[in-house]
């Protein structure tokens, strides 16, 4: 999910479902990822790092899928809960030096009840 | 630990006045972050220090922002004078190991400037 302005993608999902939240990334030599979610009134919280010698990096409830090819990153959220409504944003990172963490635009998960 | 510590949570202030925002990092990480968070530009890093020391400023502004940290538990942002477009949500992060490791954020000032 990316954006630019005033309108963040926002993806809506049933409770008990599994969410994808897709981010795709620019630096080629970006090799640190990271995911955090940021909910209402509140800093962003880290969830799940991947670096880029995996393509695959499980935690509890979620999985972070790296596609280094396509330069695209992807967030599963197994059976959401409301809990997990919130802002999710990407970052990538060139680990090997000191440089900025970018972040994306965000991608809003919105539940159904 | 008690989190990475923001203070005020809410500042409203007039044009032209000095608004200093404060930080305390989580204790025994050595890197500090200030991001500034709006709706049109996203998160965006304005200055980040190691070890006290700052690295890399060049996503401050312009020179009415400034940024210290004396002492490894304590970090200031200071915008002097304050503009309209100014105002947004300030975080202070913090990390064990530099960039490249994950960040630490704290709740956040929103600042509004009238």
């Known amino acids: 999910g990316e954006s630019v302005g005033l309108h963040l993608p926002t993806l809506s999902v049933q409770e008990g479902d599994n969410s994808i939240i897709n981010c795709a990334y620019s630096?080629?030599?970006?090799?640190?990822f990271i995911w955090y979610k940021q909910e209402s009134g509140k800093g962003p919280q880290f969830i799940i790092d991947?670096?880029?010698?995996?393509d695959k990096r499980q935690g509890q409830r979620v999985t972070v899928l790296l596609n280094k090819t396509v330069k695209h990153l992807s967030l599963q959220i197994a059976a959401t809960q409301p809990g997990d409504s919130a802002v999710y944003f990407c970052?990538?990172?060139?680990?090997?030096?000191?440089?900025?963490?970018?972040f994306g635009s965000g991608t809003r998960l919105s539940i159904r009840p | 630990d008690a989190g990475v510590i923001q203070s005020p949570r809410h500042e409203v202030t007039e044009m032209g006045q000095e608004v200093t925002l404060r930080c305390k990092p989580i204790?025994?990480?050595?890197?500090l972050f200030w991001y500034r968070q709006t709706m049109m530009r996203g998160l965006e890093l304005l200055i980040y220090?190691?070890?006290?020391?700052?690295?890399?400023d060049s996503g401050m502004p312009e020179d009415r922002f400034s940024a210290k940290m004396p002492n490894a538990s304590f970090s200031t942002l200071k915008i002097q004078p304050s503009e309209p477009r100014d105002s947004a949500v300030y975080f202070c992060?913090?990390?064990?190991?530099?960039?490249?490791?994950?960040?630490?954020f704290g709740s956040g000032t929103q600042l509004s400037v009238l």
């Open positions: 970052a990538e990172s060139p680990y090997s030096s000191a440089s900025k963490i970018i």
């Open positions: 220090f190691n070890n006290n020391v700052p690295i890399d």
């Open positions: 992060a913090s990390s064990p190991q530099g960039l490249g490791e994950k960040l630490f």
């Open positions: 991947i670096r880029s010698n995996m």
């Open positions: 630096n080629s030599a970006s090799d640190y």
């Open positions: 204790s025994g990480h050595n890197s």
